[in-house]
């Protein structure tokens, strides 16, 4: 775009106008995972706030999220949790305290994660386009279980943190993803959700997800070039130990995903400790090395991280913000494979004692959120036409000049912005024209404002 951004208003050729739409506010996801909730509840946890005990589904409902996480394993064998029965369990306490529902995929009879996506036993030996066969009946098969006990899941992961090659070994982690293969099996999963919605009264959004945003964007590069281009929304792990990204590059990595893709991006997984105190004798996962300046391992530094994450996917066009596992605290009968007790109590929103802490108010606070904001180029009124047009701006982040879409007469390309921010725009019939175009600079809440479509 040219350097001498100016406003040009009332001109008869073909014009660029900014418009704030007020039908629909952009869907916000403030979730919980705790797929340990049931487990908690059978080794004798209990959780307390304001001196009263607590439901972990109602008590987060009532501080204000709006969907539960629920993970699902294939065959865990070595567990009584995380199966379907169990799964049915967790998802009537969510809809009982009036949640959505993340069912999260994870294509495994144990964790899968970034660093490993462990073919179930049964389809270990299986041929790919056996292994999609299996993958696509066990999606398809266990959500229309679900829809026929009317608890089919609003959203649907297929896989979970899946950096690497799904439903693989440990040994075939370390090697480049063969895409060929991965992109049947993640499109048999996709098509499986799409086929058992399709006689649902609810038909699930379909989530991808992979873990810390450095892997994010190489990942959808790809993925799109595979053929894996039919999903809603990105969802994203973020865990500053485990991530070479600061938060502020998080919130850029969101803001160019959304405007590369046609999916809502939020922060499905993130956690922080209140303490780096010990309840128990099993290792916390989050310790020291989990810190990040400005945010102590206190009460209020939990909260505050939570409160300044949130702001920031939400003003970077972000969908929202998952907490992972809040409700994991440490019991004296319980524990798992690494120890006694919990991994992840001192990273819980409840303290040793099981009181809620002030970080779950993280879910209430009066965010500012940001508006669907249209932007439209009018086709020429006689004269020469164009076929196509591209937007170009500040606002995109850096990743180029984006397709406007063709309605009616003219084009429009559809974004959230937040109120009071100052972009800069131009528009062109081709990518390469939009630098040279005349651009202008709007503040998003002031009165329409329009300049010429370069040619």
């Not at 949130?310 to 066009?317: D, H, K, R, W």
Request: aromatic letters at 10%; charged letters at 20%; proline letters at 5%.
């Amino acid at each position: 775009m040219r350097g001498n951004r100016f406003i040009v208003a009332g001109m008869a050729a073909s014009l660029l106008s900014l418009n704030l739409t007020q039908a629909a506010e952009p869907p916000i996801y403030l979730g919980v995972d705790i797929s340990y909730a049931n487990e908690m509840d059978d080794c004798g946890a209990v959780y307390t706030a304001g001196g009263q005990r607590v439901d972990q589904y109602q008590f987060f409902k009532a501080e204000g999220a709006n969907v539960a996480r629920i993970r699902i394993w294939n065959d865990p064998d070595w567990t009584n949790y995380s199966n379907l029965a169990d799964v049915k369990r967790s998802i009537r306490r969510a809809r009982a305290a009036g949640l959505q529902v993340l069912l999260d995929f994870h294509y495994s009879d144990d964790w899968a994660d970034g660093d490993k996506q462990l073919a179930p036993k049964a389809w270990a030996r299986l041929s790919t386009a056996d292994q999609a066969k299996a993958l696509y009946a066990f999606t398809r098969d266990t959500l229309k279980d679900l829809d026929r006990e009317g608890l089919m899941p609003d959203l649907v992961q297929v896989g979970n943190e899946t950096n690497g090659e799904i439903v693989s070994s440990l040994a075939k982690a370390k090697e480049p993803i063969h895409w060929d293969r991965n992109a049947l099996l993640f499109n048999a999963g996709i098509k499986a959700v799409r086929d058992a919605g399709a006689d649902s009264r609810i038909k699930p959004r379909v989530m991808l997800h992979i873990a810390q945003p450095e892997n994010v964007e190489p990942w959808f590069a790809a993925a799109a070039q595979a053929g894996v281009t039919d999903f809603d929304i990105i969802g994203i792990s973020y865990y500053s130990k485990w991530s070479k990204r600061s938060m502020g590059e998080l919130g850029q990595t969101i803001n160019r995903l959304r405007h590369s893709y046609a999916a809502d991006v939020l922060v499905v997984e993130t956690a922080y400790p209140f303490t780096t105190d010990n309840a128990d004798s099993s290792p916390n996962l989050l310790g020291a090395d989990s810190l990040i300046a400005g945010y102590p391992a206190t009460p209020a530094g939990q909260k505050k991280y939570l409160v300044d994450l949130t702001q920031l996917v939400l003003a970077s066009g972000g969908a929202g913000v998952f907490y992972w596992e809040p409700a994991w605290v440490s019991t004296k009968t319980c524990g798992t494979r690494w120890g006694k007790g919990s991994n992840w109590e001192n990273a819980a929103l409840f303290d040793f004692k099981g009181q809620a802490l002030e970080g779950a108010d993280w879910l209430k606070q009066a965010y500012v959120k940001p508006v669907e904001v249209t932007f439209k180029a009018q086709a020429p009124r006689g004269g020469a036409t164009t076929e196509t047009a591209f937007i170009g701006g500040d606002f995109l982040g850096g990743v180029g000049p984006q397709p406007m879409t063709r309605e009616g007469d003219g084009f429009v390309y559809r974004t959230r912005l937040m109120p009071g921010a100052s972009v800069t725009v131009a528009t062109a019939a081709t990518p390469q024209a939009v630098a040279d175009a005349p651009a202008m600079t709007a503040t998003i809440g002031q009165q329409a404002t329009a300049i010429p479509l370069a040619n």
